[in-house]
């Protein structure tokens, strides 16, 4: 694995165990980020610039509102030397505060810089589905299993728990799977 596949899992980490300290291995210092977000059932910032800002929206926020945070890449490693690359991404989550589970996804378009770190990330936010806390061992006990963080999306379709309530984000995985 390259440095570029390294970038995307320092950040996948440092969001996903709420460990601001890290995302300096993974984003350049004046770094940019988009969000575009395609649901009503979470917010974010459209833009933030700069590491600082990154890290506040991405780890310091996010972590105070979740957590059992899972993040999967659902496709290949990118190759060094290439300046873009795009993968769709699944994530799974418990809100901290009504303890129901969130199940969303979408894609990242990274961009790397001469330093091989993030320049840019576009995080597009496709689906964001919140399921009663009913479902938390279910659903946490699924994505503790699947291969942390590159899951083949038909790795983690093949594994994901006979919830009707997931049958958006079952649509999502298959795509591509054939």
């Known amino acids: 694995m390259g440095a570029h596949a390294n ?10 165990e709420n460990r601001p ?16 977000v395609e649901t009503e059932n979470i ?10 800002a990154i ?7 996010f972590g105070r509102a979740y957590e059992n945070i899972y993040t999967f890449c659902l496709d290949n490693y990118p190759r060094d030397g290439e300046a873009e690359f795009r993968c769709r991404w699944l994530v799974g989550m418990s809100d901290k505060e009504t303890k129901s589970i969130r199940v969303g996804c979408g894609h990242y378009d990274w961009q790397f810089g001469s330093s091989e770190l993030i320049q840019n990330l576009t995080i597009t936010i496709k689906t964001m589905l919140i399921l009663s806390s009913d479902h938390h061992r279910q659903v946490m006990n699924w994505l503790s299993h699947l291969p942390y963080p590159w899951c083949p999306a038909d790795a983690a379709a093949a594994a994901m728990p006979p919830l009707s309530e997931l049958s958006e984000i079952h ?4 795509q591509n799977c054939a």
Do not use: C, N, W
């Not at 917010?43 to 600082?52: D, H, L, R």
């Not at 890290?55 to 926020?61: H, K, P, Q």
């Not at 649509?171 to 298959?174: C, G």
């Open 171 to 174: 649509q999502f995985l298959m």
């Open 55 to 61: 890290t506040r929206v991405l780890v310091r926020d």
């Open 43 to 52: 917010s974010f910032p459209p833009a933030s610039k700069g590491i600082e």
């Open 7 to 16: 970038a995307i899992q320092t950040y996948i980490r440092a969001k996903d």
């Open 21 to 36: 300290h890290l995302l300096a291995g993974a984003f350049a210092h004046d770094a940019s980020l988009q969000m575009k």
